[in-house]
């Protein structure tokens, strides 16, 4: 089993950033990776970056490409997403989510992801 818990969001004006942690306990696995998904009301879940957590390598939706940064603690076992130049657009549900068989191809795919945190709400304003 993977626990996993976000903070941080809140409330932040447009052109503002917030820092999103995700603290991760339980199970770990030989190749996974961890990952940043949202969702807004009335929209699909969607994919917003992504981490090898041994090899480090990182990939974003172009959406948030040079805005957000994805980054990991490995003896803290905590992800983070940092979040500037904040949108109004970028307003939703953030969370953060690990997949046990990481690859190239399934990265970006809700459905590979087999552990999920609670979400935590960002809400941007104009």
């Known amino acids: 089993q993977v626990q996993l818990v976000e903070s941080g969001g809140g409330l932040v004006q447009s052109g503002g950033s917030l820092r999103l942690s995700c603290a991760t306990s339980?199970?770990?696995?030989?190749?996974?990776?961890v990952g940043w998904f949202r969702q807004a009301p009335g929209k699909e879940r969607e994919f917003v970056a992504a981490q090898g957590w041994n090899s480090g390598a990182t990939v974003y939706a172009d959406s948030v490409k040079g805005r957000f940064t994805i980054s990991r603690d490995i003896p803290k076992r905590t992800v983070y997403l940092q979040m500037n130049s904040l949108k109004s657009e970028d307003t939703a549900v953030y969370y953060c989510?690990?997949?046990?068989?990481?690859?190239?191809?399934?990265?970006?795919?809700?459905?590979?992801?087999?552990?999920w945190g609670q979400g935590t709400q960002v809400t941007v304003s104009s």
């Open positions: 339980g199970r770990t696995f030989s190749s996974y990776g």
């Open positions: 989510a690990v997949n046990p068989r990481y690859t190239a191809g399934n990265y970006g795919r809700t459905i590979a992801y087999d552990y």
